[in-house]
């Protein structure tokens, strides 16, 4: 039988002024990740609604990745911390309901960093990878 | 219904080489919205916009979206071209099909699948966008520059000659900074001091610029055009207006054993002190580390021999508020520490010296008076090893040194080679050297004249270990062109260690929320399109806090700066960023939540009157966006629990939208 290879749907959250510069970066510097990673661009990690990842996890994301700016390099001074904190409390409960802590991820990424932003995102896709698809938050009936 | 023009470009061969630009443009034909779709080689050329303004016409299109390279690039150049065709800018959105997908794919299908996705994103959002109005606010007209070294004094100058005010925060007690410390100055051999003083004094008397010294900045709030900043004047126990700068003072002083940091510490000045005879302000300052009245209160000789009377023991530090509409950063660099070089024996051997403290030495004003002498016993070398790179171009030395290149030291060390032999001829000079990098006017021959009129011995390889031996140094280094190990016998050791920002640069960039890279310089805009902005509004970048810059570079960069401060100022009003928070009054239930996360206390609550059941009329407390002050973080939509704060631009429908067309 022939397996069809699995590629996870995977939604990145970036912030603008440094994160989204940041893949920008990895992209001037032809720095290759998975395209199953798509970036999503806000205007600071605190805009980030937990409710965007429920849903992305309801549409049949298999993996959420948040990132920022470092901590107290935020252009909006304290976004990211409210970030932090937000997203640990969202991800304990995911992981409650049964999405895996892998599947979600918070990670600071500077303007400066294309080569950790690659690399984040391809250790990220493939951590999703190995846990195969997320059935258990997938509202089947955004399916039709 | 929106009408949607989609429009991919293909970027020469940077989009279209790795997405099949046409597939992609077909595929989101069909998407909601969307009634045209098409593709061309340079959407950014004036044919390209030309012919997006053409089908916002014949289309009647109300929303765009632009399958191009980053928005970071070409957003505002879009928005631009829809307000020329008159639909409202904020009715664009990018697909980023460059950045974030062609350069970094090398199979066709896959990028141009991905692109499919990224464009349907975009017209997923566009769907929901709605016209925006960014407001206005004023710009105060005062630019504040930090750092008053050579780039924050030619930065200070231009724009106060444009007839603006200038304000110069300097940590020191002068301004001056590194090129005050130089002996002369490559490749013309002028003297550093003959060049910088009269611009110091320029600096002084210009009657737009006013300069804070032993001052630093404590905080920054607001936004460009309108900066809140904290100027921290430190306490330095003399009256700066009442001072005279005679010197009695620091001559009088009984503590004399205080290091003497302006000769870095080879010399040793009093505990009050003018650092150097040509100093801006030329006020005392007193050292109150060292001072034995602010330490014991027994001495008060310095306030005895002062006859304007000057010396105040219990001068506290003071704070000043002050606006600004525009802030450059001119922090600089210092030479790293030699802690982590021990091989060059730095710490055994008096006689193993850095390069600037060379130039101190080699300084008609510095603590030899110019003339050359080993530091450790005063006679005159008559063998000199320059060492090249010292923690520079370390890339396998991350943890001791700097990855990058330093760019100043190999001229300087050509300098220093052809000043020592012009200056003495019995002198013999060897530089070892990983390459030599003359990269600049009149640099190359500079370079060729201490090799060949001055007789340098210029050696391609690295030193791997200096030793002290009885007074002398045992240099043990490899030539790499003659392929053979050296010891060579030297009086004195230079060591060109690596440059790095000044450790104040780091803190700084938190206050001004300007970005750094990982070397702790600050990031420009666009490194060849923007390069003295920072990305952030308002924050421009002047000299080496920027990166490693020789004096003709900074002075043209801290030109640069001015010019984009005097085109920032000269404005009246800016026109802000409509991308902010509002609250839905009907929603909102008057909690606060919204009001205690605003980094910039945007947020009010006022009671307002609501039309109520049955013809009454309800008081409620609701929550209102001050949109001049608001930065559009978003960070309160996310606190409100009702949902009724949301982000223009950015609202949570749109990004809803966009999560389910990348999840579809």
Same mark, same amino acid.
């Given at each position: 039988?022939?397996?069809?290879?699995?590629?996870?749907?995977?939604?990145?959250?970036? /912030?603008?002024?440094?994160?989204?510069?940041?893949?920008?970066?990895?992209?001037?510097?032809?720095?290759?990740?998975?395209?199953?990673?798509?970036?999503?661009?806000?205007?600071?990690?605190?805009?980030?609604?937990?409710?965007?990842?429920?849903?992305?996890?309801?549409?049949?994301?298999?993996?959420?990745?948040?990132?920022?700016?470092?901590?107290?390099?935020?252009?909006?001074?304290?976004?990211?911390?409210?970030?932090?904190?937000?997203?640990?409390?969202?991800?304990?409960?995911?992981?409650?309901?049964?999405?895996?802590?892998?599947?979600?991820?918070?990670?600071?990424?500077?303007?400066?960093?294309?080569?950790?932003?690659?690399?984040?995102?391809?250790?990220?896709?493939?951590?999703?990878?190995?846990?195969?698809?997320?059935?258990?938050?997938?509202?089947?009936?955004?399916?039709? | 219904?929106?009408?949607?023009?989609?429009?991919?470009?293909?970027?020469?061969?940077?989009?279209?080489?790795?997405?099949?630009?046409?597939?992609?443009?077909?595929?989101?034909?069909?998407?909601?919205?969307?009634?045209?779709?098409?593709?061309?080689?340079?959407?950014?050329?004036?044919?390209?916009?030309?012919?997006?303004?053409?089908?916002?016409?014949?289309?009647?299109?109300?929303?765009?979206?632009?399958c191009s390279c980053s928005p970071r690039m070409h957003e505002a150049?879009?928005?631009?071209?829809?307000?020329?065709?008159?639909?409202?800018?904020?009715?664009?959105?990018?697909?980023?099909?460059?950045?974030?997908?062609?350069?970094?794919?090398?199979?066709?299908?896959?990028?141009?699948?991905?692109?499919?996705?990224?464009?349907?994103?975009?017209?997923?959002?566009?769907?929901?966008?709605?016209?925006?109005?960014?407001?206005?606010?004023?710009?105060?007209?005062?630019?504040?520059?930090?750092?008053?070294?050579?780039?924050?004094?030619?930065?200070?100058?231009?724009?106060?000659?444009?007839?603006?005010?200038?304000?110069?925060?300097?940590?020191?007690?002068?301004?001056?900074?590194?090129?005050?410390?130089?002996?002369?100055?490559?490749?013309?051999?002028?003297?550093?001091?003959?060049?910088?003083?009269?611009?110091?004094?320029?600096?002084?008397?210009?009657?737009?610029?006013?300069?804070?010294?032993?001052?630093?900045?404590?905080?920054?709030?607001?936004?460009?055009?309108?900066?809140?900043?904290?100027?921290?004047?430190?306490?330095?126990?003399?009256?700066?207006?009442?001072?005279?700068?005679?010197?009695?003072?620091?001559?009088? /002083?009984?503590?004399?054993?205080?290091?003497?940091? %302006?000769?870095?510490?080879?010399?040793?000045?009093?505990?009050?002190?003018?650092?150097?005879?040509?100093?801006?302000?030329?006020?005392?300052?007193?050292?109150?580390?060292?001072?034995?009245?602010?330490?014991?209160?027994?001495?008060?000789?310095?306030?005895?021999?002062?006859?304007?009377?000057?010396?105040?023991?219990?001068?506290?530090?003071?704070?000043?508020?002050?606006?600004?509409?525009?802030?450059?950063?001119?922090?600089? %660099?210092?030479?790293?520490?030699?802690?982590?070089?021990?091989?060059?024996?730095?710490?055994?051997?008096?006689?193993?010296?850095?390069?600037?403290?060379?130039?101190?030495?080699?300084?008609?004003?510095?603590?030899?008076?110019?003339?050359?002498?080993?530091?450790?016993?005063?006679?005159?070398?008559?063998?000199?090893?320059?060492?090249?790179?010292?923690?520079?171009?370390?890339?396998? /030395?991350?943890?001791?040194?700097?990855?990058?290149?330093?760019?100043? /030291?190999?001229?300087?060390?050509?300098?220093?080679?052809?000043?020592?032999?012009?200056?003495?001829?019995?002198?013999?000079?060897?530089?070892?050297?990983?390459?030599?990098?003359?990269?600049?006017?009149?640099?190359?021959?500079?370079?060729?004249?201490?090799?060949?009129?001055?007789?340098?011995?210029y050696i391609k390889g690295m030193v791997g270990k200096v030793s002290?031996?009885?007074?002398?140094?045992?240099?043990?280094?490899?030539?790499?062109?003659?392929?053979?190990?050296?010891?060579?016998?030297?009086?004195?050791?230079?060591?060109?260690?690596?440059?790095?920002?000044?450790?104040?640069?780091?803190?700084?960039?938190?206050?001004?929320?300007?970005?750094?890279?990982?070397?702790?310089?600050?990031?420009?805009?666009?490194?060849?399109?923007?390069?003295?902005?920072?990305?952030?509004?308002?924050?421009?970048?002047?000299?080496?806090?920027?990166?490693?810059?020789?004096?003709?570079?900074?002075?043209?960069?801290?030109?640069?700066?001015?010019?984009?401060?005097?085109?920032?100022?000269?404005?009246?009003?800016?026109?802000?960023?409509?991308?902010?928070?509002?609250?839905?009054?009907?929603?909102?239930?008057?909690?606060?939540?919204?009001?205690?996360?605003?980094?910039?206390?945007?947020?009010?609550?006022?009671?307002?009157?609501?039309?109520?059941?049955?013809?009454?009329?309800?008081?409620?407390?609701?929550?209102?966006?001050?949109?001049?002050?608001?930065?559009?973080?978003?960070?309160?939509?996310?606190?409100?629990?009702?949902?009724?704060?949301?982000?223009?631009? %950015?609202?949570?429908?749109?990004?809803?939208?966009?999560?389910?067309?990348?999840?579809?």
């Open positions: 039988m022939q397996v069809n290879e699995y590629k996870p749907k995977i939604v990145a959250f970036c /912030c603008n002024w440094c994160s989204y510069a940041g893949a920008d970066l990895a992209g001037s510097n032809r720095l290759a990740y998975p395209a199953e990673v798509k970036v999503i661009r806000v205007p600071c990690s605190c805009r980030v609604n937990p409710m965007f990842i429920l849903r992305a996890f309801q549409r049949g994301a298999d993996g959420v990745i948040i990132c920022g700016c470092h901590p107290g390099d935020c252009h909006y001074t304290s976004g990211n911390y409210y970030t932090r904190r937000r997203m640990a409390l969202l991800f304990s409960m995911l992981d409650y309901l049964g999405i895996e802590k892998e599947r979600t991820r918070v990670e600071w990424v500077s303007a400066a960093e294309g080569a950790k932003f690659a690399a984040t995102m391809n250790d990220f896709v493939q951590t999703v990878t190995a846990l195969g698809e997320n059935k258990r938050l997938e509202d089947l009936r955004c399916k039709k | 219904m929106q009408r949607i023009g989609v429009f991919v470009c293909w970027c020469g061969s940077n989009i279209a080489g790795t997405v099949d630009v046409a597939k992609v443009a077909e595929a989101l034909k069909s998407e909601p919205g969307v009634v045209l779709s098409t593709n061309y080689q340079y959407m950014c050329s004036q044919a390209g916009q030309e012919m997006i303004k053409e089908a916002v016409k014949e289309h009647k299109l109300t929303g765009l979206v632009i150049t879009f928005r631009k071209t829809a307000a020329a065709a008159g639909i409202n800018p904020y009715m664009v959105e990018i697909a980023n099909i460059r950045e974030q997908c062609s350069w970094i794919h090398k199979d066709m299908e896959e990028g141009t699948e991905k692109a499919i996705v990224l464009g349907r994103t975009a017209i997923a959002k566009v769907n929901l966008n709605a016209p925006l109005t960014p407001g206005e606010s004023p710009v105060t007209k005062r630019a504040l520059v930090i750092g008053g070294g050579i780039a924050g004094i030619q930065t200070a100058l231009d724009i106060a000659d444009a007839g603006f005010y200038v304000d110069i925060v300097e940590k020191k007690p002068t301004i001056g900074g590194k090129m005050a410390q130089l002996d002369k100055t490559f490749p013309t051999l002028d003297c550093a001091a003959c060049i910088l003083t009269p611009k110091m004094v320029d600096v002084a008397q210009h009657e737009r610029i006013r300069i804070f010294s032993y001052s630093e900045v404590e905080s920054v709030k607001g936004f460009v055009g309108n900066f809140d900043v904290t100027i921290r004047k430190k306490a330095r126990y003399v009256k700066e207006d009442v001072c005279t700068g005679c010197g009695l003072c620091t001559e009088k /002083c009984p503590q004399k054993k205080v290091p003497n940091e %302006f000769n870095l510490g080879m010399d040793n000045r009093r505990a009050i002190y003018i650092p150097f005879a040509q100093a801006v302000p030329k006020v005392a300052t007193i050292d109150a580390d060292y001072c034995t009245m602010l330490k014991t209160g027994k001495c008060g000789v310095c306030s005895k021999v002062c006859t304007a009377k000057a010396i105040d023991y219990t001068q506290k530090d003071e704070f000043i508020e002050e606006k600004y509409g525009a802030i450059v950063a001119a922090t600089g %660099f210092n030479p790293i520490s030699m802690d982590k070089f021990d091989e060059f024996a730095y710490s055994q051997s008096k006689d193993v010296i850095t390069s600037l403290e060379f130039e101190r030495l080699m300084n008609a004003a510095g603590p030899t008076a110019g003339k050359l002498l080993r530091p450790s016993d005063g006679v005159h070398p008559h063998k000199i090893v320059f060492v090249q790179c010292v923690g520079s171009r370390c890339a396998s /030395c991350a943890e001791k040194g700097k990855e990058y290149c330093s760019k100043i /030291c190999c001229m300087y060390t050509a300098k220093h080679a052809m000043l020592t032999r012009d200056k003495y001829p019995d002198t013999d000079v060897t530089v070892f050297y990983i390459d030599v990098r003359t990269p600049g006017k009149q640099f190359d021959e500079f370079y060729r004249r201490a090799v060949e009129e001055y007789g340098v011995h002290p031996e009885g007074n002398k140094l045992i240099v043990q280094g490899s030539d790499l062109i003659a392929n053979k190990q050296l010891k060579i016998e030297a009086d004195l050791v230079v060591l060109a260690a690596a440059i790095e920002p000044d450790k104040s640069a780091r803190p700084l960039a938190t206050m001004l929320t300007a970005s750094m890279d990982t070397n702790d310089f600050f990031t420009e805009a666009h490194p060849k399109l923007r390069p003295v902005e920072s990305p952030t509004a308002g924050i421009f970048l002047s000299g080496a806090c920027q990166g490693p810059k020789d004096i003709p570079e900074t002075v043209s960069q801290a030109g640069a700066a001015a010019a984009k401060v005097i085109g920032l100022l000269a404005k009246d009003k800016l026109t802000g960023n409509p991308c902010v928070a509002h609250s839905d009054e009907m929603m909102c239930n008057g909690c606060s939540s919204c009001e205690k996360v605003c980094p910039y206390g945007a947020i009010t609550y006022s009671d307002k009157e609501f039309r109520g059941p049955n013809r009454t009329t309800l008081i409620r407390r609701v929550a209102s966006v001050n949109e001049a002050i608001c930065q559009g973080c978003g960070c309160c939509t996310v606190a409100c629990p009702s949902g009724a704060m949301d982000l223009k631009g %950015f609202a949570s429908k749109q990004i809803m939208a966009e999560v389910d067309a990348i999840c579809k």
